[in-house]
């Protein structure tokens, strides 16, 4: 059973290194007997921003428990149930949930594992528009951003898995969307594939509250924010009176050890504006319509998706680690085994 461990407690930006692909001689073949647990075949593993959180010495208190150093890698995943203790499932069905970074997990809450309904999209769906990132980005929108059509929607990271849908759910809404990326391919992706109304490249871009002045002559009214520092403080500047600004995450924080300040808060003030973090596990009860929601506009082509997959159980701490540089184009899975 190939398995991929935490190192040590990581600080700064990770590396390669800080995980360690072992293999252990034996792999578990059968759920031990009186057990509830279910033993599944992992095909894919989701690489998400938050796990990097997880890496660090836990210091404060946080919606997800740290890692623990010498012990395998957990994260969102899907797979095939191969044996099971537990009355609700069966070896054979596919799930998808929290699994640990090897080819063969025992699972011993079944109970979080979701049943796959729909398997006439690829199954690596599941880690992505199907899954965790996908509801991120359909409750954050919907649910935070208070959308109207005809609003001006702004969404950085937005060739990323969250990124690219928030601006898909946006143009659905009516709205007029913006995205910025750092490639050209990606940028180009987010104009020419997910129909963003305009886009740009930050890193290209010496003065990122002049782009959005360009690209918002009358503002911005809703901004997703996934990165924080710099396109936060010039965002706000930008920003009209009464926007919103959901705070799904801040990927450009996560490796520092000290978090860049943030200056134009007193926007909040003067504009009106609302800012409201929030965190997906609050929106699981929205799930259920989600799907039924999202599987058709996939079917009827008005959601397109871009993931980035790579194979092999050895890849997944080079892909892991790809997120915080930008590698990935579109959304970063692992293939560990076909079905
Ligand atoms: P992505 O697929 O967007 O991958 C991360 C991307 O972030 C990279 O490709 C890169 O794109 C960009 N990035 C990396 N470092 C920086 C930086 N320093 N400055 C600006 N951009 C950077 O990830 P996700 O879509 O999975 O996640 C997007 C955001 O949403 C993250 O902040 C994540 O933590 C958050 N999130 C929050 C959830 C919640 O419940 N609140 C749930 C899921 C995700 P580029 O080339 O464009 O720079």
Redesign the pocket.
Known sequence: NKQVLLRDYVTGFPKEDDMVLTTSSTAPEKVPEGSNAVLVKNLYLSC???MRGRMSKPLHKSYTDAFTPGSVITGYGVCKVVDSGHPNFKAGDLVWGMIGWEEFSLISMPEALIKIKYTDVPLSYYTGILG??GL?AYAGFHEICSPKKGETVYV??A?????QLVGQFAKLMGCYVVGS???KE?VDLLKNKFGFDDAFN?KEEPDLTAALKRCFPNGIDIYFE??G?A?LDAVLLNMRDHGRIAV?????QYNLTKQDSVHNLFCLITKRIRMQG???PDFKHLYPQFLELVIQYIRDGKLVYVEDVVEGIEKAPSALIG????R?VG??VVLVARE
């Open positions: 998400d921003p938050y965790m990132p991120t950085s990271a060739s990323g898995a969250v990124g990326a750092g490639t990606k930050y996934n990165v520092g396109m799904c995450g801040l990927i450009s929030f965190i997906e997120l915080f540089s930008g990935n959304k970063q």
